[in-house]
């Protein structure tokens, strides 16, 4: 649903490019145009018609005997069949069916608007009405039966044409004063509602105690034949007798309906005392029933620009007018009732004799059905919609907070330079649709976190500008926080939508189910095709075009043979290959993945990927689901939205300077806003994260998806040269009561076009096409998605920047304004009240109309002048105006209305014979009682200074060239491997061709894999959760403690390093004064790949609570300052790493995430560069600072550096080193073997809970005898060994890879 409309802009697009002509677009309506009906006859009105069929056989040979044959009702005298052709006027059987339709309620889906809205308020002399979808509603069913006029258009024209130009309709729209509909207890006896001695023989929504508000009682349709005998409309009039069975199944129907009861004289003022067949135009009131088919007519409009706007691109709307007004005579607001009342039979009620209700009295009350009701208020003046755009208009902003609660935060004096800077951050944050909202972190504590959704004020780069490096896929979306250390403050934003992503995808279930099948399908064609490939077995293919060669060497084979034949198979003598995770399989695997991507994501004939605007179908079904579900996202389908306006504030009008700032503030603002395409990104990171189980560890499936998708966003839609798939880039939301009062507010956005023969550019409107047989060019569309989210809120999405678009323009759609008794409402002295109605020219033919037809077309007055002016006055005369109004029964006169405007149309010397029409119609009175047409127009302008910018003064950009063309592409890394697209999903020449284990003629019991597989040409990266801030530099480390009071006396944590792929070795003991390490406890040197680190930090004493808050832990390591690593006073310092340092993925947490680690370089005290870990602790503290106590919250603080590049041994030395067997069994004994030793420092920084003294110590790898000599404490070092594959064999981790 998200796409609708641009599959139907991309459809209408391919149609006008291809080489067939186009549907004749002679009866489609332009954009922006309407045409209107005065009525919409149904073919068949509701009611009981009857099939009767006669046929006639002639025999070629007697052609003048015609033999008849139809059914027939009995039989001849004797019991023999009729002879038809001696009796012709035999009946024939008729085959009766029944027409349905409304009548005692109505389906509220046939609504489509109402005004004025249930609530709201407008002006007295507004006519309230209703829109239906369906064009025939208000013509289903006749509106009486006593006469010919009531049921067969009336009015016929005077020149060739329809029968009749109007249709009394068969409903009518009144609007009550509350007052007018309470049944006192006495008239609810008298009418039948309330029957005291026996209240089950009444009506059983009559409470006395609790009237409806709106006047309408709900009964059964059969108790309002039956139990209200004489106060209703005599509905027999329609039926056969009082035995019909529509009628008894009527008077026995269960269905609901309300019933209003008005006095039968109000009634009577509305529509008439009289309805009679022979009317002359000076019968007076028996003419306002009839005046009822100038209240009802149909708009054929164009729906461009409508939100939700189906494939259709026109609509046909039936509207029905109330023939009266709201209360006018009273100057204080006024609650007004408006129903949809059945005028079925209504003429029968009046006039047939056969009616039981000739004895009521005008203070009798009738019973009326009502189809529909509403409420709204009734005041002097209202604010109408061109008032409440302008106030829109003047608050509209970007999508964040109001500007004028921003400018508080810097024009608030801090009174530190600190605080200042503090708030010219946060300002530029909020500035940029972030909010503050509450974070519960992984450890439990309760802090402050930015966020913001998909839509921003401003552009945002394609990943975070934050982020020193952004991975192309994350495992758990962590990798996507962004810690701002310039306010201390956590950037939830992408990691909230990663996480949401993923729950969106778990929640759609058809979605999940097709992400799973697709990649279980993928997993075991790429598996398959790579365990092929691995063990050099022919593929199927391969062996059936060898078969033919097979069979005749067999053939060829002599027919004497007499050799041995061999029973028993050898044995094999293949090794099994390796895994699939193996270095050297494991890129095989990859390319093998990326294959089954690309083929099953194919078109069926596997030419080319699956395009959704194209007519190919998927090769697999899946796929087309995963690929709507991801294009839909890119139009905000499938997010919350409350993910999208995560602060309601944004979408909200500004408070009033000086007031005092409520919660509920009203729903007007104009919010335009960017997408943030590293959000989207992120929210289908973690949507296609789902359902893998098998690839735990580096999603391939994932990122070929995207990069697949990827090929589609970047392919052009056949036939339309250079058109890619159109992607959402900008947007606005507009959030109004008009919204509410105006569903299909028409939306339109024009963009400027570039000119290349003068290079530059105009507004884009339709332009001729250079192919004369072809039709004119229509304008680019920007609008992607325009939809309701809610009654009042519209989401409009553009594939253009605002500095594209020439204008936007929200305007009233033609079936959906307002109409009124004229301009204003003039009281007299005398109480009276006249009507200033102002006519607007109208045209019989579009070719006559001097001004533009269309949305920029002007609809002109016809002169008004003074009684001075030379001009004639061509408007309506005064004495005519005062038959247009009843002020007392505050009806409208639509007879006199239409003859008066219809004659001053034809009558015009302004316009002299451009309208031409002398029968009075609904259409002509529905245009002239509609108020004008207003609209909201946003552009750029560009006027002088002493001009208001207006139409003329729109000045188009300055630049000469085009704007670039955008492609939109899924984040999938800076450098993306480049990979041919094959959708036949072979393995293409740069996989390796050789089998990996070669034929050996060992006993197979003692084979096993070789020592050294071939190292892979390009190994895959499995990258960890980053550390997403930059890597610092801080001056050298200066300051020590000493003991004293508030100081703590001991380090508290200690400090190994180890490799990631082996668990942690043991603490090195002390032997003869020197230390003894375990015979794994190193850092392996000289290996093939990068590998992981765990600085393992742990408290000494976890249970103790010496009375200090952990400030800060730091960890620094040497790095290389060049390739040499010479001497400094004689002394070689042994670096950890290489020199340029570290340059991988980042640092993390191993398990307790009550800190966040950040990496730094800096210098020891010797000058030489070191690469340090700081950890701060999460803490809702103001100081920002864990207590040392036994919890465990600081008893593990052990970090992951991942992919290290550990720098070769400068200075062997000789060391102690356990020794144990082959079974890792200790020998108890230790040899001298070399290592490198690397002297590391962890520094620890604590505040004192007694006095808040803030102390420092520092643990380093320097050698300190203790007293006479002896080491008692063990230097901080880590270890390093050489390893050589010839002797040592290559370095493996648990589970066999080759490090």
């Keep these: 649903m998200a796409r609708v409309l641009v599959k139907k802009n991309i459809a209408k697009a391919i149609v006008l490019a291809g080489d067939e002509p186009a549907e004749s677009a002679q009866e489609k309506l332009p954009d922006g145009h309407m045409r209107l009906y005065s009525y919409f006859k149904p073919s068949l009105k509701a009611g009981l018609y009857g099939i009767e069929a006669r046929q006639y056989i002639t025999d070629p040979a007697d052609k003048t005997h015609p033999f008849p044959v139809w059914n027939y009702l009995g039989t ?6 009729i002879d038809l052709a001696a009796n012709p006027d035999t009946t024939v059987l008729r085959q009766e069916f029944q027409v349905q339709a409304p009548q005692f309620n109505l389906d509220s889906k046939l609504i489509n608007t109402f005004y004025p809205p249930s609530g709201h308020q407008d002006e007295g002399r507004i006519l309230p009405h209703i829109v239906f979808n369906d064009p025939h509603v208000p013509w289903l069913r006749e509106a009486g039966v006593s006469y010919k006029f009531l049921s067969d258009p009336i009015d016929p024209s005077h020149t060739p044409g329809p029968t009749g130009r109007n249709l009394v309709p068969w409903m009518a729209l009144v609007a009550f004063d509350p007052d007018e509909l309470q049944v006192s207890e006495a008239e609810a006896k008298s009418i039948g509602l309330s029957v005291p001695d026996n209240p089950t023989d009444g009506i ?14 709900q009964m059964k349709v059969g108790e309002y034949f039956k139990k209200i005998s004489k106060n209703r409309i005599y509905y027999e009039a329609g039926y056969r007798g009082d035995t019909d069975p529509d009628l008894v199944e009527l008077q026995d129907s269960v269905d609901m309906t309300s019933v209003i009861f008005p006095l039968f004289s109000t009634v009577k003022k509305i ?16 003419r306002i029933f009839e005046g009822q088919k100038l209240m009802a007519h149909v708009r054929h409009v164009n729906t461009n620009g409508f939100p939700d706007a189906g494939v259709e691109e026109e609509g046909y709307y039936s509207v029905v007018i109330s023939s009266r007004t709201g209360n006018v005579h009273n100057p204080n607001p006024t609650p007004q009732v408006v129903h949809l009342v059945s005028l079925e039979h209504y003429d029968s009620t009046l006039m047939t004799t056969k009616a039981p209700f000739s004895e009521l009295t005008d ?14 208020t009734c005041i002097p003046e209202s604010v109408n919609f061109a008032d409440t755009m302008r106030a829109i208009a003047h608050d509209t902003q970007f999508l964040k907070p109001p500007q004028a609660s921003l400018a508080n935060i810097l024009q608030t004096q801090q009174s530190t330079p600190a605080l200042h800077k503090a708030a010219q951050l946060l300002h530029d944050r909020l500035n940029k649709s972030y909010t503050l909202s509450r974070w519960r972190t992984a450890t439990g504590e309760e802090t402050v976190a930015f966020n913001r959704g998909p839509l921003v004020a401003a552009p945002t780069p394609v990943v975070p500008a934050k982020a020193q490096k952004w991975p192309k896929l994350s495992m758990t979306g962590k990798d996507y926080q962004i810690f701002d250390r310039d306010l201390g403050i956590m950037d939830l934003t992408y990691s909230s939508a990663w996480s949401l992503g993923k729950l969106a995808a778990i929640a759609d279930s058809p979605f999940n189910a097709a992400l ?13 095709n790579t365990r092929l490939l691995t063990n050099g077995i022919a593929t199927p293919r391969a062996i059936l075009s060898t078969t033919a060669s097979a069979i005749d060497a067999a053939h060829a084979l002599p027919s004497t043979f007499t050799g041995d034949v061999s029973r028993v198979n050898p044995h094999s003598t293949d090794a099994v290959a390796p895994p699939l995770s193996d270095p050297a399989v494991a890129p095989i695997m990859a390319k093998a993945i990326q294959l089954a991507v690309d083929r099953y994501s194919s078109t069926v004939d596997g030419e080319s990927l ?26 905000l389908a499938h997010i919350p939205a409350h993910y999208l306006f995560p602060e309601p504030s944004h979408i909200r009008a500004q408070p009033e300077a000086g007031k005092e700032i409520v919660p509920n503030l009203p729903p007007e603002a104009l919010r335009f806003f960017y997408i943030d395409n590293a959000w989207i990104d992120c929210f289908l990171d973690g949507a296609l994260s789902c359902a893998n189980h098998l690839e735990p560890d580096y999603d391939s499936t994932r990122l070929r998806i995207k990069e697949v998708y990827n090929f589609y966003l970047s392919s052009n839609i056949h036939p339309l040269e250079g058109v890619t798939p159109p992607v959402p880039r900008f947007g606005f939301v507009f959030r109004s009561s008009v919204v509410k009062a105006i569903p299909d507010l028409k939306i339109t956005v024009t963009c400027w076009l570039f000119d290349p023969t003068t290079k530059s550019f105009k507004e884009d409107t339709i332009n001729a096409s250079q192919d004369q047989s072809k039709p004119p060019v229509p304008p680019r569309n920007p609008v992607l998605r325009l939809t309701k989210m809610d009654d009042f809120t519209v989401l409009c999405l553009l594939d253009c920047l605002p500095e594209e678009i020439a204008e936007i323009k929200i305007a009233q759609p033609p079936h959906q304004q307002r109409y009124s008794m004229g301009e204003s409402l003039k009281v007299h002295p005398d109480g009276t009240i006249t009507a200033e109605l102002l ?4 045209y019989t033919s579009k070719a006559d109309a001097p001004e533009g037809t269309g949305e920029h077309g002007e609809w002109k007055l016809l002169p008004k002048t003074g009684p001075d002016d030379p001009l004639p006055d061509e408007q309506p005369k005064e004495a005519d105006q005062k038959s247009f109004y009843n002020s007392e029964t505050r009806c409208i006169d639509p007879i006199a209305i239409a003859k008066v405007v219809n004659q001053t149309l034809v009558d015009s010397k302004t316009y002299p014979k451009m309208y031409t029409d002398a029968v009075p119609n609904a259409s002509m009175l529905g245009m002239e009682l509609s108020d004008p047409a207003y609209a909201l127009i946003i552009h750029q302008p560009k006027a002088t200074q002493h001009q208001p910018p207006n139409r003329e003064t729109w000045d188009p950009p300055t630049g000469h060239t085009p704007y670039p063309t955008y492609t939109r592409q899924l984040w999938t890394g800076l450098t993306p491997d480049p990979q041919p697209h094959d959708p036949q999903g072979q393995l293409d020449s740069n996989s390796p061709s050789h089998r990996l284990i070669e034929r050996t003629t060992v006993d197979p019991a003692k084979i096993s894999l070789p020592s050294g597989s071939p190292n892979p040409s390009n190994p895959i990266s499995i990258p960890p959760r980053l550390n997403s801030t ?8 200066k300051t020590t403690s000493t003991p004293g009071p508030g100081v703590i006396p001991t380090a508290q944590f200690t400090l190994l390093l180890h490799v990631d792929y082996r668990p942690p070795p043991p603490t090195p003991q002390i032997l003869n004064n020197n230390p003894v390490y375990a015979p794994l406890d190193y850092l392996p040197t000289n290996t093939t790949n990068l590998y992981d680190i765990i600085i393992a930090i742990r408290r000494k004493l976890p249970t103790s609570s010496p009375l200090f808050r952990l400030k800060e832990l730091s960890v620094e390591m040497p790095i290389s300052p060049d390739d040499k690593d010479l001497a400094v006073n004689n002394k070689v310092r042994e670096p950890l790493l290489p020199m340029g340092g570290y340059k991988g993925p980042g640092v993390r947490m191993v398990r307790n995430q009550r800190f966040v680690p950040t990496l730094y370089y800096s210098k020891d005290s010797g000058g030489g560069p070191v690469l340090g870990v700081k950890l701060i602790p999460r803490s809702g503290e103001k100081d920002a600072t864990l207590v040392l106590k036994n919890d465990g919250a600081t008893a593990d603080a052990s970090v992951r550096l991942a992919e290290v590049p550990i720098a070769p041994i400068r200075l062997s030395q000789n060391v102690n080193v356990a020794q144990i067997d082959a079974n890792g069994k200790g020998l108890n004994r230790v040899a001298i073997e070399g290592r490198g030793i690397v002297k590391l420092v962890l520094r620890e920084t604590y505040i004192s809970m007694r006095d808040g003294t803030e102390s420092t110590i520092i643990t380093d790898g320097e050698t300190r005898p203790g007293p006479h000599g002896a080491l008692q404490v063990l230097p901080l070092v880590a270890v390093k060994k050489f390893i050589d594959p010839h002797k040592d064999g290559v370095e493996k981790d648990l589970l066999g890879n080759v490090v």
């Design 76 to 81: 001849g005298p004797k019991g023999d069949p």
């Design 271 to 286: 529509f008439g005392s009289k309805v009679t067949e022979q009317i002359k135009d000076t019968d007076g009131e028996d």
């Design 204 to 217: 059983a929504s009559y409470d006395p105690k609790k009237l409806p508000a709106n006047g309408a009682f």
């Design 839 to 842: 006519v607007r020219m109208l």
């Design 363 to 376: 203070q009798d009350r009738i019973g009326l059905v009502s189809l529909y009701t509403w409420t709204y």
């Design 516 to 528: 799973l099948r697709f990649r279980s399908l993928v997993w075991t064609k790429a598996s398959s």
């Design 1030 to 1037: 930059p890597i610092l530099t801080f001056p050298p480390f």
């Design 610 to 635: 699956y395009n959704d605007f194209q007519l190919a179908q998927a090769v697999n079904a899946d796929w087309e689901l995963i690929h709507n579900w991801i294009s839909d996202c890119l139009y």
